[in-house]
């Protein structure tokens, strides 16, 4: 049995979101983890990967218009990852953004984070510039998004368009 065969994904409420940041311990350090714990508390959609009702994993999620979505954070559990609980995880926030009608989901990723830039290009995301999306979007709307992403230096914008 693989673990994706036993692994149920659900929203988490604000109430319960403090049980997982043994997660985001695991997973995270310095600038990351202070940011990803302040995320947890106040960002829109959190959703846990849950094994024998344990979370072993989470994504937070935020819609930034009707037609974008971002994916602030992926994070799994020490134990249980290199077992497709990431994916899964990306694969459910992404249903969710097409079902809310999403036509691009943007991430970012530190330059040097291998492991989450190919998580990210199996389902579809490309690197992408704030130029880039300023051709879309244009310069302001473009500002404030990478405000609300909180897009910093040594980071690359990822891109999928929705299909």
């Given amino acids: 049995m693989t673990a994706q065969e036993n692994i149920e994904i659900v929203d988490v409420p604000p109430e319960k979101r403090p049980g997982l940041d043994y997660i985001l311990e ?43 979505g971002y994916v602030y954070y992926i994070a799994v559990a020490k134990a249980q990852r290199r077992k497709g609980i990431a994916k899964l995880l990306l694969e459910d926030s992404l249903r969710l953004f097409k079902s809310a009608g999403a036509k691009d989901v943007f991430a970012s990723v530190e330059e040097d984070n291998a492991p989450s830039e190919g998580l990210f290009a199996s389902e579809g995301f490309t690197p992408t510039s704030f130029n880039e999306v300023s051709k879309k979007y244009g310069n302001l709307h473009t500002v404030n998004m990478y405000r609300v992403m909180t897009v910093v230096p040594g980071e690359v914008l990822l891109h999928k368009v929705m299909s």
Wanted: charged share 30%; glycine share 4%.
């Fill in 26 to 68: 695991e997973s995270f350090e310095g600038w990351y983890l202070w940011h990803s714990r302040r995320r947890l508390r106040d960002v829109e959609i959190v959703r846990a990967a849950m094994s024998s009702d344990k979370p072993v994993g989470l994504v937070m999620t935020k819609t930034l218009d009707p037609n974008i």
